[in-house]
């Protein structure tokens, strides 16, 4: 009877069990399909409705596919490819690799030796490191050398990994790769104002001969600046160009890209051991390592695992470049190419994440411009792989930025339950936006997950805002309410302007706390930003955000998503700034990142150009901001006005020629820069700086003609006035 008894026990606990894990089934299949439900509903509408979208999300605890839509297609996953990237260095080389630099001499110390650095793609030296190596040279004895010999032999002669050349900007994004490289081979230029009317006080650091600078800026009495900073190749030396005008009570700091990584390097060098005492007599040259040269010092970088954190958190693709040739030349040999490390991934990828070859496009390290493709598909079968391989999961995870809490997601899912929840790579490209990553769910689910987003049309900032609700809607599933109240909450829009009394009040905080330029106040301006829902005081909140630190890229990212040429943001922000007597807050911040190049701000202010309508002071304040910009920027600016819709770029093309009209430079760089982009490889390029020349001028001069008196000459004998360029180029 006991034993009966016993065994109706088990039976009844057992049952207990399965109808336990038949319930939990059926719940988590109901939040699955809640999520389903959104996450379709999300990448059918809105910005994404418009665009090529493909999502996959997998389960990292049963495999299973979660959520898929357009999950085999081929897309261009822009910055994502890191983590590809990522992957394949840290299972081949291990989380404790660490990157090499050797210092020999030939001869002996007390005769004045020659000094040989040879580099093994370290990307994480910098000033400071270079600073302690000179002092541990001077340490072991080292009083004086001839010269400095710099074997950038590890990896190959190409700077610029495939991709790379579709751009020729001197931005540090673009820098390029070297066994021996510094600072991520880029420089600060610092500009300070030395007054109004003075030449400001530009300065380099690193300071060494490696630099030469042509300042042509002036300081100006207008609190606009309207300053450039270009970096171009000058023999065995990087020329630094200033131009514009500079605040009186202004500074700021440009970061540039240099072209020569292993003579800033020495020349860098050698500056520093002069500091530390050592005196250099000789010269700094390239030139390989003799088998006769003694080692003096070795000096090595952090452990792979940090180097990892600096290329994802902050998306740097100079350290991804590296890596790849630091790949190729450990796992196929000497010297470092991107075409090995390419080979080396790709073994990875087949052998150990089952992503057959030749199912994809691989091409660089980085990410960068139209050259790479994955599904999204594959990127979550990468997550998901290396999520699960315990000697580097801790490791590959935690080298990816986390949701409001640090890295390029540092302001987004900030404020709510979402943030450090998710952990993803984020990826940004003219019409593409991407991100991919790991969550954890509500509901305890562990979920990889990949959305790429190509060939969207109008600006990123919407498209970024729906990928971050789908990155919500991930979070939530399994919340009493559902991923769907979630996603609402976040994209609540925020289209009903307040009352004006309420509105104008709001602005005047605002536009004081931007006046202070204090980078204190960010973190309660981030706060208002996200909470604002007038979208036109939300625009002068990411102004102040910006204006607060104007080096913090992720401030400028708040201002263009927040502002644009709409009726419910600048046409309102006009009326709102002329009852309060001030500026049109937004627009002089937006033509100081549009006259540095920044291409978003460009096409920004050609679009307001049209939705300035027939206000006769807008757009005579746009007309000088366009002529300003032409002085800096020009060829960026050719480029805005090729790619900009014809209705925008039919309304600034005669506010920019009233603008270079008023100007009466005849020297205006503006012209010369038009006049290379005629001799542009690029046909299309050719044809619209020919086509631009030509209107720019009739333009000008009928403008000039109109304005003189009676007798002045016709139009045709005005098209050589000064203020136009000649109709010929120099040496025609």
């Known amino acids: 009877m006991q034993r009966r008894a016993s065994t109706l026990l088990v039976a009844l606990l057992l049952a207990g069990v399965c109808v336990g894990k038949a319930q939990a089934a059926g719940t988590k299949e109901r939040d699955r399909t809640a999520l389903r439900e959104v996450l379709e509903d999300l990448a059918g509408r809105g910005p994404l409705g418009a665009a090529r979208v493909g999502i996959a999300v997998l389960s990292l605890q049963d495999g299973s596919v979660v959520f898929a839509r357009n999950a085999d297609a081929l897309l261009n996953p822009a910055s994502n490819v890191k983590l590809v990237t990522a992957a394949a260095s840290l299972s081949r080389l291990g989380p404790d690799f660490r990157f090499e630099t050797e210092f020999s001499l030939e001869g002996a110390l007390s005769d004045r030796p020659r000094l040989y650095v040879r580099g093994k793609g370290d990307p994480s030296m910098t000033t400071e490191r270079l600073y302690q190596v000179a002092g541990e040279l001077k340490h072991l004895g080292l009083r004086e050398v001839s010269d400095i010999v710099l074997d950038d032999s590890y990896f190959d002669a190409e700077r610029m990994a495939p991709g790379f050349e579709q751009e020729t900007t001197d931005r540090p994004y673009t820098a390029p790769t070297g066994a021996l490289s510094l600072n991520a081979n880029a420089v600060g230029v610092y500009v300070r104002s030395a007054g109004a009317g003075a030449r400001p006080v530009v300065e380099v650091d690193p300071a060494s001969d490696y630099f030469t600078v042509a300042n042509s800026a002036v300081g100006t009495s207008s609190r606009a600046r309207r300053a450039s900073v270009s970096s171009e190749v000058d023999g065995e030396h990087q020329r630094i160009v200033v131009r514009g005008t500079v605040p009186a009570t202004g500074e700021f700091v440009s970061w540039k890209r240099i072209n020569q990584p292993p003579l800033y390097y020495g020349q860098t060098l050698k500056m520093l051991l002069e500091q530390r005492g050592v005196h250099v007599r000789g010269k700094v040259r390239l030139g390989l390592v003799p088998d006769r040269a003694k080692p003096l010092y070795l000096a090595q970088s952090d452990t792979f695992d940090l180097v990892l954190k600096r290329m994802n958190k902050t998306s740097n693709n100079f350290v991804a470049e590296q890596l790849m040739k630091t790949l190729g030349a450990e796992v196929k040999g000497a010297p470092g190419t991107t075409a090995k490390g390419v080979q080396a991934t790709e073994e990875f990828l087949e052998k150990e994440v089952g992503i057959q070859r030749g199912s994809y496009v691989l091409k660089n390290g980085s990410g960068m411009n139209d050259t790479n493709r994955f599904t999204p598909a594959q990127l979550a079968k990468l997550l998901k792989t290396m999520a699960e391989r315990f000697p580097v999961a801790a490791e590959y995870l935690s080298s990816v930025p986390i949701g409001g809490r640090d890295g390029t997601l540092r302001w987004r899912f900030e404020g709510n339950d979402i943030a450090g929840k998710l952990r993803a790579k984020t990826g940004t490209l003219e019409n593409v936006c991407a991100l991919s990553g790991v969550v954890q769910t509500a509901g305890g689910e562990m979920l990889a997950f990949s959305i790429l987003v190509n060939d969207f049309p109008g600006r990123t900032g919407p498209v970024v805002q729906t990928i971050d609700a789908v990155g919500t809607a991930l979070v939530a599933a399994g919340t009493a309410a559902g991923p769907g109240a979630a996603v609402a909450a976040l994209t609540a829009p925020a289209t009903q302007p307040s009352p004006v009394e309420e509105a104008r009040a709001r602005l005047k905080t605002y536009l004081q706390l931007a006046a202070q330029a204090d980078r204190r106040n960010v973190a309660f301006l981030r706060t208002a930003w996200r909470n604002e829902k007038d979208p036109a005081v939300r625009a002068a909140v990411a102004d102040a955000v910006y204006q607060s630190n104007p080096s913090d890229y992720l401030g400028t990212r708040a201002l263009l998503d927040s502002f644009t040429a709409s009726d419910d943001v600048y046409l309102r922000l006009r ?46 304040d746009l007309a000088v901001a366009l002529a300003e910009v032409a002085r800096t920027a020009p060829e960026e600016l050719v480029h805005a006005l090729q790619t900009a819709v014809p209705t925008d770029r039919d309304a600034a093309l005669p506010l920019l020629a009233k603008g270079l009209e008023r100007e009466a430079d005849p020297d205006h760089p503006f012209w010369p820069a038009v006049r290379g982009l005629m001799g542009s490889t690029d046909a299309g390029r050719a044809r619209f700086a020919s086509q631009l020349e030509s209107e720019l001028s009739q333009r000008i001069a009928l403008d000039k003609a109109a304005s003189l008196p009676p007798t002045a000459p016709s139009p045709a004998a005005a098209r050589s006035s000064p203020l136009a360029p000649p109709a010929e180029k120099p040496g025609g």
């Open 575 to 620: 009326l709102l700034a002329r009852t309060l007597g001030v500026e049109t807050p937004c627009v002089s911040s937006l033509v100081t990142l549009a006259a540095e190049g920044n291409a978003e701000a460009l096409s920004r202010l050609v679009e307001l150009s049209r939705a300035s309508g027939q206000d006769e002071h807008a757009k005579s």
